[in-house]
């Protein structure tokens, strides 16, 4: 502990930076719309497209199931409770326009053309036993068809947490070091950590409404449940605290908030794209694969991947929080130690 700082002092000072943080940030209306902006936009976006591709004019479902007589029976238990057609046959059927196969462990959904609303198939299928990682969708001519809403939540909020973390925190930091502000700061016996934490309280609640956000969407589609929903909140949260560290990081010494305003927007971007989310690892060259594995982004999409999807990550859920939290405490660290109050510092 400093010389100048007591531990009460210290509490202290976090209270109040923290109040004071709150309603700076809540009396400043852009501000707020800035930070959330990026999140509602790709959510928004990613369910019209999905609506347009996926459910927007397209026919009621009916299904023919081949296979398994037990995965039949509890398939077609599931498909009635959704209101959705089951025909009878074991052949293909004109009244059919989506044909089930069951392998073992697995199912097969292949679609007619037209094609049809197909997730509450494969909502039927995850309710009866299988994966999602065990379903495979195909239209009539064999391409897959994924559902790109529930492909993309978890990409969707990362973006919102980045928005949070560097436009609602790195940004705002930077402008106080250009006017001058945290140079006044730095005279007093204030610690560059609390001053740092004392940033995170409000932002985190806003964070965590996104967070809510994806959440109640999930449980709406039937995309989570059970355990899985745990272990998704955690994921969840521990992604958030790893963003906030990251912002603080990108604050840590600029002057200059255009410029990160512009690394702002260009930066989730990037890690959008970079995250396997957008585009599946496996069509990128094994060198790119390899490194993506190494960003902490990558390991809390894959992690809330796991459970919103359903995909396999590329390492055990557990493993990935343990990483996540790690490299949290690191670059917070880090960002307190290379932290500067002013340029001339």
Not at 26 to 48: C, E
Not at 105 to 119: D, E, T
Not at 139 to 146: I, K, L, N, R
Not at 258 to 283: A, E, H, K, N, R
Request: hydrophobic letters at 50%; charged letters at 15%.
């Amino acid at each position: 502990m400093s010389e100048r700082e007591t531990p009460a002092s210290t509490r202290s000072a976090l209270r109040e930076l923290s109040a004071a943080n709150a309603r700076e940030l809540m009396r400043n209306g852009k501000s707020v719309f800035s930070v959330l902006f990026m999140f509602g936009f790709f959510l928004i976006l990613i369910w019209a497209l999905n609506y347009a591709i996926n459910i927007g004019n397209r026919a009621a479902p009916s299904v023919l199931l081949d296979g398994e007589s037990s995965a039949s029976s509890r398939t077609t238990d599931e498909l009635s409770e959704r209101g959705i057609d089951v025909v009878t046959g074991s052949k293909p059927s004109d009244s059919a326009n989506a044909v089930v196969t069951f392998q073992g462990a697995h199912a097969n959904v292949v679609l007619g053309n037209p094609m049809p609303n197909w997730s509450g198939i494969v909502g039927a299928l995850e309710a009866s036993g299988f994966a999602n990682s065990d379903i495979a969708v195909v239209d009539a001519q064999g391409t897959p068809v994924v559902d790109l809403f529930r492909s993309n939540l978890a990409a969707t909020l990362m973006m919102g947490y980045a928005g949070v973390a560097f436009l609602g925190t790195s940004v705002p930091l930077v402008a106080l070091r250009r006017r001058g502000t945290l140079r006044l700061l730095g005279t007093t016996p204030l610690r560059r950590l609390t001053f740092i934490l004392a940033q995170t309280p409000i932002r985190f609640g806003i964070g965590a409404i996104q967070a809510l956000i994806v959440i109640v969407l999930a449980l709406g589609y039937g995309y989570v449940g059970g355990a899985n929903l745990l272990r998704l909140i955690v994921t969840l949260l521990l992604g958030l605290a790893l963003f906030f560290a990251l912002g603080y990081l990108l604050a840590s010494r600029s002057r200059n908030p255009d410029l990160i305003t512009q690394i702002s927007g260009v930066l989730p971007v990037i890690v959008l794209f970079l995250s396997g989310s957008v585009f599946p690892m496996y069509i990128l060259p094994d060198w790119v694969q390899q490194g993506i594995t190494f960003l902490p982004t990558t390991w809390f999409v894959q992690a809330a991947s796991s459970d919103l999807v359903g995909s396999e990550p590329f390492l055990n859920v557990y493993v990935l929080w343990a990483m996540m939290a790690t490299a949290t405490v690191l670059l917070t660290l880090v960002a307190s130690k290379l932290f500067k109050w002013d340029r001339t510092e």
